[in-house]
């Protein structure tokens, strides 16, 4: 059930819904993909029944087969859209509960018109006298008496109420049930009255002790598939299953106990990881529950660019161990690392030359993927003593942490989706640089950042002399051309920290960020010189391009950086007045002499 709940959310299977398409081929890669890894194959199937909304389990036949499934109602736009069952092999689950109870289990498929058919084998006593038994007690819960074992016969029912199989349920019975002959032969109604007494104890007890626990523990268990989807949604108080005892029927209490507390932190973690904003808070989340949660200390977590060509790490832990790492070999070609390219995880404690890119002969190595929509997204780089050891608890362990990458990956990749798609907004495409929206952001930021210093900021405020012009002379496409150049130029005569953006049009606004007094005038001039001493060429002919300039600087002009853009251009129409090709650096008269002050906005 939990399976299905996860696929319900899952965002390609409900895009797939969503659009009428065939989801079998798709749900056929989920089962391959959760059959490696569990105990058992699943089958993964998309139905459309019922109307009910709720989760809710089953058992059905399947061909000559018996299938225990779990269904998720698949709800897009307030409407139910069908149910997501998540079935496996009803003799899967047979194997796995026989090796956990250390009790032998037989499995019967039952056919009114067939008659009984043998799934799981009976290691109790002769098949046709089981048989005989079972038919005996067909439509009832009974004590089967054979050679030397009781057995426990369950009739297993459809939802529809019909018989459609038997679980059978074997355990030692004591040395003095069954009498030698002669003593029976010799005592025949002592005898008699003492099996008949010990026959009713042992109903009796077996009710008692047995049958009865087993009824209340598979109605715990009914209940715990009827509500583990709302479950998981909210904090499991205590334990799920109530366990008295230390048989071993509390003992599989305690671990079915264990797994909802691991499933219910595991929904937690998914709840938080979805309200953070950033995939960077997702990053550092997930580094925290490694370090406090599962006791790694060395591990670097390296995020895969949306283009799928570089690599970067995103949390190291400690930050000196990134030397120790491959980084420096995969960084610019992720294709060379192994986990990248197939998608599974990859060590050194089975087969030391598992990758060629680490040679650090004292330290093993375990590096797991971050894989969600056909593709690895991220890999967790750990270092390992080289005395460790994989043992029974690390892999429990190793399991655990990959369930938290399979929950984190797919919010990982919206949330780098929507970064992406602000990135997008905030850039002008023909130019690459920033655009004004920017600025809603990022004034406040540096503005405190610059006053924190207390250093300086130049404001340049850049105009191309006669576009219009241009544009009716040449045309729309050679002005694009001239304004994609100019704002190369700019770029060039900027250090990398500080910022162009394309104002508007033809307009550019540059932040220099922490500059000496006077020098933001030096640096507008020479931006000027350059562009007006390039070429620009159409059609054979040459035209001339030249810039004017307005400058000023915060927090020499004022206290409110939103207040020394509007400075600068000030400035910027002060050049234009004076004809235009020229610098000039910000007056308080401007603010006289110029009606512009108060008519633009910034």
């Not at 938290?404 to 002008?428: M, T």
Request: hydrophobic share 40%.
């Amino acid at each position: 059930m939990y399976l299905a709940n996860n696929l319900v959310r899952d965002p390609r299977f409900l895009e797939i819904i969503s659009q009428g398409n065939d989801p079998s081929s798709y749900l056929r890669q989920q089962s391959v993909l959760l059959s490696r890894e569990a105990l058992f194959p699943y089958l993964i199937t998309f139905r459309s029944f019922g109307e009910d909304t709720e989760a809710f389990w089953q058992l059905e036949r399947y061909g000559n087969d018996l299938l225990i499934s779990g269904a998720s109602p698949v709800i897009q736009d307030e409407k139910l859209r069908g149910f997501l069952v998540v079935s496996c092999r009803l003799k899967d689950v047979i194997h796995h509960l026989e090796h956990l109870a250390r009790v032998p289990i037989g499995l019967f498929l039952y056919d009114p018109e067939e008659g009984l058919r043998m799934l799981k084998e009976v290691p109790l006593a002769v098949e046709k006298k089981l048989r005989r038994e079972i038919e005996r007690f067909l439509r009832e819960e009974g004590v089967v008496q054979m050679d030397h074992h009781i057995a426990l016969v369950f009739p297993l029912r459809d939802v529809k109420g019909q018989v459609i199989g038997f679980f059978v349920r074997g355990t030692f019975s004591p040395p003095f049930y069954f009498s030698p002959f002669n003593l029976l032969k010799n005592n025949i109604f002592p005898m008699a009255l003492f099996f008949g007494l010990a026959l009713m104890g042992a109903i009796f007890f077996t009710r008692l002790y047995l049958s009865e626990p087993l009824r209340k523990f598979n109605e715990q268990l009914k209940e715990i598939s009827r509500v583990i989807g709302k479950r998981l949604r909210q904090p499991v108080e205590g334990s799920v299953l109530k366990v008295s005892g230390d048989d071993e029927l509390a003992n599989l209490a305690r671990t079915i106990n264990e797994l909802v507390r691991e499933l219910d932190e595991l929904a937690s973690f998914r709840q938080a990881i979805e309200t953070d904003e950033t995939p960077q808070e997702i990053y550092s989340r997930l580094a925290r529950v490694i370090k406090k949660k599962f006791d790694f200390s060395n591990f670097v977590i390296f995020e895969v660019s949306n283009n799928q060509n570089r690599v970067e790490p995103v949390v190291v832990e400690p930050p000196c161990l990134l030397e120790e790492s491959c980084y420096q070999e995969i960084e610019g070609r992720p294709t060379l690392c192994r986990v990248f390219r197939q998608a599974v995880k990859a060590s050194s404690l089975h087969f030391t030359e598992t990758c060629e890119y680490f040679r650090d002969p004292d330290l093993n190595y375990l590096c797991l993927p971050l894989y969600t929509g056909g593709h690895v997204i991220g890999i967790i780089h750990f270092l390992l003593p080289i005395t460790f050891r994989l043992e029974e608890k690390y892999r429990t362990i190793l399991n655990r942490i990959e369930a938290y990458l399979q929950e984190a990956a797919p919010v990982l990749e919206a949330k780098r989706f929507a970064q992406s798609l602000r990135e997008i907004s905030l850039r002008d495409t023909l130019t690459g640089l920033y655009n004004r929206r920017i600025l809603d952001d990022l004034v406040p930021q540096v503005a405190a950042g610059v006053a924190r210093r207390g250093s300086i900021m130049g404001v340049l405020m850049i105009d191309i002399d006669h576009f219009k012009v241009i544009n009716d002379t040449y045309g729309h496409s050679f002005g694009d051309r001239i304004i994609k150049s100019v704002a190369s130029m700019i770029q060039d005569e900027l250090r990398t920290s500080d910022l162009a953006i394309r104002f508007g049009g033809e307009e550019f606004l540059c932040l220099l960020v922490d500059v000496e007094p006077g020098m933001s005038l030096s640096v507008a001039e020479r931006i000027r010189q350059k562009i007006e001493s390039n070429s620009f060429v159409y059609e054979g002919r040459i035209a001339v391009v030249t810039v004017s300039i307005g400058v000023a600087e915060f927090p020499i002009d004022d206290r409110n950086l939103w207040n020394v853009i509007t400075f600068a251009d000030l400035a910027l129409y002060q050049a234009k007045r004076q004809g235009r090709n020229q610098t000039v650096r910000f007056e308080r008269e401007f603010l006289v002499e110029n009606p512009r002050a108060s008519r633009r906005k910034v």
